[in-house]
């Protein structure tokens, strides 16, 4: 059975923002209160004052619409990524909608720039998309715009760093720190739980429809979140990544493939091919380790760890936990 990670998560936040007097759009209720405001933001092109408590809020960044509704505000628009779900809502974002159905202002490769100002938005998230200093000008002429986060050297996920810049944007501060609170915890309750993935090498792979094999390194979202689980990347793969989230593998070091364990991201077609490919198959790790294939298509777990967000993690953890454990690798 799957661990109902999210709909806890999404219970204990509802019940925040009903304390909190917020309501969808980001209209503040009667307990909002008014003296965070103006809140200044730094970024990745300067920084953004927010004059007021925003209450139209139009989501830019790929992934952005998951860090408002989990704050319990509702966007006005969206932009569609992947998927090709209604109003960019996946799995994991629906069960926040409450049947709302934002506008689309753009997809992977463009903005709406007059769509979004249509929208009459007072705050613009554009934290997960390499949105370009032009596109921050022409969309800063609109509304405020919070920008890709600055580099961290906390450490922290980030998905937890968008979380809380988005709480001090949207004046929800403790919501957003209760909401990384509750997910940063159900790691550590995995970790407690599931001791035999501490310190277990594992190597995250995927393999593309014409046979190409891409290994995860420790810099890449989808490494750390196997990594807040307990498991441990090896050495060889940190070194052949280099500054790199990922390299493509070779077929000549497939002979160097070693760990306890290997997790393939795939689709159905995909691990159908990577059982049967002889570079796989006479991989150290097939022999020795013990696989693991996280799917992309029912349920998207692939998807969710690539879009890395406060709500994806957990919808994550949820599918992910049942097939990583309690087993352990071949000694």
Request: hydrophobic share 40%; with cysteine.
């Given at each position: ?25 980001g ?17 990745r ?10 209450t ?11 860090v ?45 720039l ?20 032009a ?10 715009v ?45 970790r407690?739980?599931?001791p ?40 060889w ?39 049967v ?19 992309v298509?029912?349920?998207p777990?692939?998807d ?28």
């Amino acid at each position: 059975m799957r661990r109902p990670a999210l709909s806890v998560v999404l219970v204990v936040l509802s019940i925040l923002l009903a304390a909190c007097g917020g309501t969808g759009g980001g209209k503040p209720g009667p307990g909002a209160g008014k003296g965070a405001f103006p809140v200044t933001i730094e970024h990745r092109y300067g920084t953004t004052v927010v004059p007021r408590r925003p209450t139209r809020v139009v989501t830019v960044g790929l992934t952005d619409q998951d860090v408002a509704v989990v704050l319990g505000v509702t966007p006005l628009g969206v932009r569609q990524w992947l998927g090709g779900y209604p109003s960019a809502a996946w799995p994991w974002t629906q069960p926040t909608l409450n049947d709302a159905e934002p506008a689309i202002v753009g997809d992977a490769a463009r903005i709406d720039l007059e769509q979004v100002s249509r929208l009459r938005p007072d705050l613009i998230l554009a934290m997960s998309s390499d949105i370009t200093r032009a596109q921050y000008r022409e969309l800063s002429k609109i509304a405020p715009v919070v920008a890709q986060p600055l580099p961290t050297t906390t450490g922290a996920p980030e998905w937890a760093t968008r979380t809380r810049l988005a709480g001090r944007a949207l004046g929800r501060k403790p919501m957003a720190n209760a909401a990384i609170t509750a997910a940063k915890h159900d790691f550590i309750v995995i970790r407690d739980k599931q001791p035999q993935f501490a310190g277990q090498t594992m190597v995250l792979a995927s393999r593309d429809d014409i046979g190409r094999i891409t290994i995860y390194g420790p810099r890449d979202q989808r490494t750390q979140f196997l990594a807040s689980m307990g498991f441990k990347t090896p050495p060889w793969v940190a070194e052949q990544a280099g500054g790199a989230s990922s390299f493509t593998l070779r077929p000549s070091d497939a002979a160097t493939v070693s760990a306890q364990r290997i997790t393939w991201i795939a689709t159905g077609t995909q691990e159908r091919a990577i059982k049967v490919d002889p570079t796989v198959i006479h991989m150290p790790v097939t022999i020795t380790g013990r696989t693991t294939f996280l799917p992309v298509d029912g349920p998207p777990v692939g998807d969710a760890l690539r879009f890395n967000t406060i709500l994806s993690v957990r919808y994550a953890v949820d599918w992910a936990l049942p097939l990583l454990g309690p087993g352990k690798p071949k000694s």
